[in-house]
């Protein structure tokens, strides 16, 4: 690992990425995959996106991500994700184990052991959340869109309300994502968003902080400072080691943010 990472982040073989202070919670499984050591053309690792779930590359990625992180590819739980706020409770490991092609949402929290939430993003931002006094964990896909509409808020708000946690006990961890270097965006995207997340450029466009506006959304949300991490690394900026829908389009691969509970 010859990488410079920020402060606290972890990799295994450039594959995936880990915050190290995650890795000591008890019977916690997470990860952030990178785009490397696939399968698929130039031994990326997609494991998901444009080019159909049933590809037999991001299968076969898929169940490799899975071996290097010592779980059941059954015990994946993937949405299709849709861009808005809607946050899924997960009641058993039934719903797991393969594509829910159907549900469509852009959160999913779950007291559940043996069931890997997962959010998949080449670009928007993963949030993983865990509640190590209620034992709940959660996994929320928050793009400009979700942001917008409070996606975050609603995920801590399902889990008080269904699994009595409280915002002061939880954790969260903020994945790879456009950062607001990089993130132009007009007038359209900007005016759903505070001015401390944004800066104006010239003629009429922005940079948008997506990173920003999860943290923010995860402070008032209740989750104490000290408790809220981030990778902190620029997928546009970092293509080498990141999918970037920005940098390279629609058709690049996409990567896993995951958390499960053993
Ligand atoms: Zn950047």
Not at 222 to 239: D, F, P, R, S, Y
């Amino acid at each position: 690992m010859n990488r410079a990472l920020p402060a606290g982040i972890v990799s295994t073989e450039e594959s995936f990425l880990q915050s190290s202070h995650w890795r000591q919670f008890n019977g916690i499984i997470h990860a952030f995959s990178t785009r490397n050591g696939g399968r698929g053309a130039d031994d990326s690792l997609s494991l998901g996106g444009s080019q159909g779930e049933d590809s037999g590359d991001i299968e076969q990625n898929r169940r490799l991500f899975c071996q290097r992180l010592g779980i059941d590819p059954s015990s994946l739980f993937i949405m299709k994700q849709v861009h808005g706020k809607e946050v899924v409770i997960v009641e058993n490991t039934d719903q797991a184990g393969s594509v829910r092609k159907k549900l469509e949402a852009d959160g999913a929290i779950t007291q559940k052991k043996n069931l890997a939430l997962t959010i998949q993003t080449a670009d928007c931002v993963p949030v993983l959340l865990y509640d190590p006094i209620r034992q709940v964990i959660g996994a929320v896909h928050s793009g400009w869109r979700s942001a917008a509409q409070g996606i975050i808020a609603e995920a801590l708000s399902k889990m008080k309300r269904h699994f009595r946690s409280n915002p002061a006990d939880c954790h969260a961890l903020i994945g790879p994502s456009i950062g607001a270097c990089c993130y132009e965006v007009g007038e359209d995207v900007i005016r759903h968003f505070p001015v401390s997340v944004w800066n104006r450029m010239e003629s009429e466009r922005y940079r948008l902080d997506l990173c920003k506006t999860a943290y923010l959304q995860l402070s008032q949300s209740g989750i104490k400072e000290e408790n809220i991490l981030q990778v902190g690394l620029c997928t546009a900026c970092h293509t080498d080691l990141f999918f970037s829908y920005r940098a390279e389009g629609p058709n690049t691969g996409r990567m896993m943010a995951l958390v499960m509970m053993q």
